[in-house]
């Protein structure tokens, strides 16, 4: 019964892996744009954590998660003489990472927990969690650091069960796996602090084991650092830079995340903001059960996980999808309710949370950014401008070079009157009544949602307003968050203002010459 309900929650990640929902900028401008700008030249946006003086992002695990299918699509595609449209490698990349959450990550608790009988329990709840259905599914440095945790862990759990051998291969792959986490986010040894001391009784058994886990990791860590020097070097590069001006992320990265100025830009949080609000919602219904667990449950993933958690509520900038790595540990972990009728309220109680934020999370918020960006770049009309507001920062590397002559305008949540002052800065004056001409200009789009009501006045064409919208485009499944304001328009009215005119559309933006009566005869 239980692999059947596994299979079918296949089916269900894979239809949130093939819709377009946008989590959060950094699944692409930490990732897709930055190896896409270079494999395709593609004009991209890179942010300053790549173009800063100290870079603090490595570009060494972007090559190895998304540089060789980048690399094989070019090569494919160039065979047949076509060039490769970045909606091909949006959707190769959401496939890469569906197929790494399948068999990687099911794979890892299949051996860490060693149970049949609690396997049958903990493949499923991590099959249908919404965070498996959605983040792992999507181009994050975090869902690829779940994959890298998982499998240390298991590689531990190998080293330390083999008795006889000394595990020089396992030991090897943890010391290049371990260099690799660390260069994709710094906090990967969070997981494996704890952990890792179970190692120490066999390296003191098997000496040759702990020299060939520390070879293996210097030579990935050289590796890493030649390709962060190569990437960030400006002009030719010499290979003799790597041991005069060598580029070490992980350690950029530090320091500046060890400075509190810098991590109050990007927002502090109490130090409960992990454990009593980001956990709960990442688990749901499963955060309860870690009360009643008994100390018999207590494993080295479940301790790998609330180390973890735990490590990290210590640096005050705290984000729920940092926590990625612990949810299926944590899940593995958990014991369900004994009680029959507890665990059926349960069960129906898990479904409903996964399922309500499943189709949030995977396809409606922000889920129109992408299919707005990917219809710009197919649209035949000449298009200079593109203004987005009230949005996510649209990733410019789906454009498929149009952005070579379209300049993306990110207003992000910028007040009304100063996003109209912006706009009306790119159209051509009205030098008499009749509409402005455009010739060799192109048109101006305004992307924004469609509950955005500020716009509406803007919408009708016999208005009186300077400047007119028409509808080109528009999205249905695409939910703004961002814009709740229940303290000006209420529960209710914002409610069904967000949710009721759910949608990103495409306007075209005209300066309306008429605006202004004419004068008295």
């Known amino acids: 019964m239980w692999r059947r309900v596994y299979f079918l929650l296949i089916l269900v990640r894979i239809y949130f892996a093939l819709s377009p929902s946008y989590l959060h900028p950094d699944e692409n401008f930490q990732g897709p744009e930055v190896i896409a700008g270079r494999v395709f030249d593609y004009p991209v946006h890179e942010t300053w954590e790549f173009t800063s003086g100290h870079p603090i992002r490595s570009a060494f695990p972007l090559w190895l998660a998304y540089g060789w299918p980048m690399y094989i699509l070019r090569w494919l595609w160039e065979g047949f003489g076509y060039d490769v449209s ?23 608790i299949h051996e860490l927990v060693e149970s049949p009988r609690a396997r049958r329990v903990a493949v499923p709840l991590v099959a249908s969690s919404y965070v498996t259905w959605t983040f792992q599914t999507h181009t994050f440095s975090n869902s690829l650091e779940t994959l890298l945790v998982c499998w240390s862990l298991v590689l531990i759990q190998r080293i330390v069960g083999d008795k006889k051998r000394s595990g020089i291969l396992a030991s090897s792959m943890l010391g290049a796996m371990v260099v690799v986490g660390v260069f994709n986010r710094i906090t990967f040894p969070a997981f494996l ?3 890792s001391l179970l190692l120490l009784p066999h390296f003191k058994r098997k000496p040759l084991s702990l020299v060939f886990l520390t070879l293996a990791a210097l030579f990935t860590a050289f590796v890493a650092i030649c390709v962060d020097t190569t990437s960030y070097t400006t002009g030719e590069f010499h290979f003799s830079s790597v041991f005069s001006h060598p580029v070490i992320t992980p350690l950029n990265n ?3 995340n060890s400075d509190s100025t810098n991590l109050a830009q990007h927002g502090i949080h109490p130090l409960y903001q992990h454990f009593l609000v980001n956990l709960p919602q990442l688990l749901g219904p499963a955060f309860p059960l870690l009360f009643f667990l008994r100390r018999s449950h207590i494993r080295p993933i479940l301790v790998s996980a609330l180390s973890g958690v735990a490590l990290l509520s210590i640096f005050p900038h705290q984000e729920a ?3 990625l790595p612990a ?32 189709m949030l999370m995977g396809v409606y918020h922000q889920g129109g950014i992408v299919p707005v960006q990917i219809h710009i770049a197919k ?12 949005t996510y920062s649209p990733p410019t590397w789906l454009l498929n070079g149009k952005n070579e002559e379209l300049t993306t305008v ?23 009544r009749k509409p402005p001409k455009i010739e060799g200009r192109g048109a101006a789009y305004l992307v924004a949602p469609r509950s955005a009501y500020f716009l509406k006045p803007f919408q009708d064409p016999a208005g009186r307003e300077d400047i007119e919208l028409e509808e080109i485009w528009s999205y249905r499944q695409h939910l703004n968050l961002d814009d709740m304001d229940f303290g000006d328009d209420g529960v209710w009215s914002t409610l069904s203002r967000v949710i009721g005119d759910r949608g990103l559309v ?3 933006v005209t300066r309306n010459c008429w605006a202004t009566e004419a004068p008295a005869e």
Not at 412 to 426: H, S
């Open 86 to 108: 970045p909606s091909v490698v949006y959707w190769t990349l959401r496939v890469l990472m569906l197929t790494l959450s399948v068999v990687m990550e099911d794979w890892a």
């Open 193 to 195: 602090l704890l952990p």
């Open 254 to 256: 530090f320091l500046y």
């Open 321 to 323: 999808r940092f926590l």
């Open 327 to 358: 949810v299926p540990l944590i899940l593995s972990s958990i014991r369900l309710p004994h009680n029959p009728q507890v665990r059926k309220f349960w069960t129906a109680t898990w479904i409903v949370f996964n399922v309500g934020l499943g």
């Open 379 to 390: 649209t035949p009309e000449h298009v200079t401008h593109a203004f987005w507001w009230k």
């Open 410 to 432: 990110d207003l992000m949540g910028m007040p009304g009157p100063q996003m109209l002052d912006a706009v009306k800065a790119a159209l051509p004056t009205c030098r008499t």
């Open 506 to 508: 495409i306007w075209r």
